[in-house]
Each structure stands twice: as C-alpha cells, then as structure tokens.
T-cell receptor, first 114, second 111 residues
Framework: KAGVTQTPRYLIKTRGQQVTLSCSPI?????VSWYQQTPGQGLQFLFE???????NKGNFPGRFSGRQFSNSRSEMNVSTLELGDSALYLC?????????????FGPGTRLTVL | QKEVEQDPGPLSVPEGAIVSLNCTYS??????FMWYRQYSRKGPELLMY????GNKEDGRFTAQVDKSSKYISLFIRDSQPSDSATYLC???????????FGQGTTLQVKP
C-alpha cells in the first residue's frame, strides 16, 4: 500500500509570493491534517480536513489556507510569503476524523522563502 | 508555558545503553499519549501509543505515562545506532485530529 505522498518535496520562493502544496493520503484514508515544522517552534498543527470540510484549525494567520477534494487529496496554500514561513510542511492522513492514533505522515515539503 | 515540554537534547549514548526520553504536559484533559520517531529528511512515524496511565512495552521500547504528575517517558533498551533519530512526544485530547507535539529530543547512538 502506498504511503502518504507530498509534492513538491522542495520549493524555493521569494517574499510576497504564494505557494500551493499538495498531499495525497493513503488509499481509503479520508482525513488529512497539515503541520508546520521549524527548528524554533517544532511541529505545529495547521488544520484538519475530513469530507472536504475543515474540522479543526490551529493558531496560524489567515494567509494559511487549505482544501480537500472529493478524492481526499488535499492542498494547502500560503499567500504573501514571509521569511518565517520557511519550514517543513507535513501532511498526515488517517482513516477517519479525529483518529489521533493512526495518523501516517508523508515525507514533507521543504519550503524556503528568500 | 507550552502545553508540552520536551528537552531537545541532543542526547548521545553508546550502543547498548538504556535511553530515557521524557516529556511533561500541562493539559489534564490529555488522554492519548504517542511517541513518534523522525529520521533525518523523513516524516514522523508512530512508535508507541498509550491510552491513559500505565506502561506499554513493545520489544526494546517501553512507554510510561503518569497522569498524576503529567509526565510521560519512553525507554529504549539495548539501544542501536539505527535508533539515532529525533523522538517526539505527543500527548493529545480525545477524538481530535490535532496532535500536539513536544519539541523533540535528538538521540545519537554511537557504535
């Protein structure tokens, strides 16, 4: 069974630009959560999507948004990039909403903002 | 005060040593306690999962939860160089897809 895939794996952008990251969950998984990982703040929850609806949101500004499609694939978007947005963005999938014990992480997208 | 506190290390031990990794948390509503392992340039993978207080053993790994003191531990026996990774604790509330992680402890096991 294929794992969680994230594209692209690496991305370089400049301040003010916007970026879209993609996540394909494990086949059959319907919930996708997004996390930001930085050396200073560690792993922080961004949001969770289930059945194309945002179910939970972390403490991030509105520049961070996401969506989920009918096939459970998810995208997250960051607008007006800032230097502090440089991070590893991880997505995790699970079978159903709220399944904390079965979240499977992808390899992440490393975003560098110059 | 952060919800979850974890000493970031780094922690360096010789092969075969017993390793103790610890976290404290502040939210008494946490009921699920996970440990994730993250190798360099990889996403975290679930290592151990415990519900409520008590111990859980899986091979060389033992997870321990003390809800009265809000303290969670992961013990690694007979540590191997392949255990070199960052270990993240994640105590979490019930029925939520939101994982709250500690800072992560970087462990290096030297041959």
């Amino acid at each position: 069974k294929a794992g969680v895939t994230q594209t692209p794996r690496y991305l370089i952008k400049t301040r003010g630009q916007q970026v879209t990251l993609s996540c394909s969950p494990i086949s059959g998984h319907r919930s996708v959560s997004w996390y930001q990982q930085t050396p200073g703040q560690g792993l922080q929850f961004l949001f969770e999507y289930f059945s194309e609806t945002q179910r939970n949101k972390g403490n991030f500004p509105g520049r961070f948004s996401g969506r989920q499609f009918s096939n459970s694939r998810s995208e997250m978007n960051v607008s007006t990039l800032e230097l502090g947005d440089s991070a590893l963005y991880l997505c995790a999938s699970s079978l159903a909403q709220g399944n904390t014990d079965t979240q499977y992480f992808g390899p992440g997208t490393r975003l560098t903002v110059l | 005060q952060k919800e979850v506190e974890q000493d970031p290390g780094p922690l360096s031990v010789p092969e075969g040593a017993i390793v103790s990794l610890n976290c404290t948390y502040s939210n008494s509503a946490f009921q699920y306690f996970m440990w994730y392992r993250q190798y360099s340039r990889k996403g975290p993978e679930l290592l151990m999962y415990t519900y409520s207080s008590g111990n859980k053993e899986d091979g060389r790994f033992t997870a321990q939860v003390d809800k009265s003191s809000k303290y969670i531990s992961l013990f690694i026996r007979d540590s191997q160089p392949s255990d070199s990774a960052t270990y993240l604790c994640a105590p979490t509330g019930s029925n939520t897809g939101k994982l709250i992680f500690g800072q992560g402890t970087t462990l290096q096991v030297k041959p």
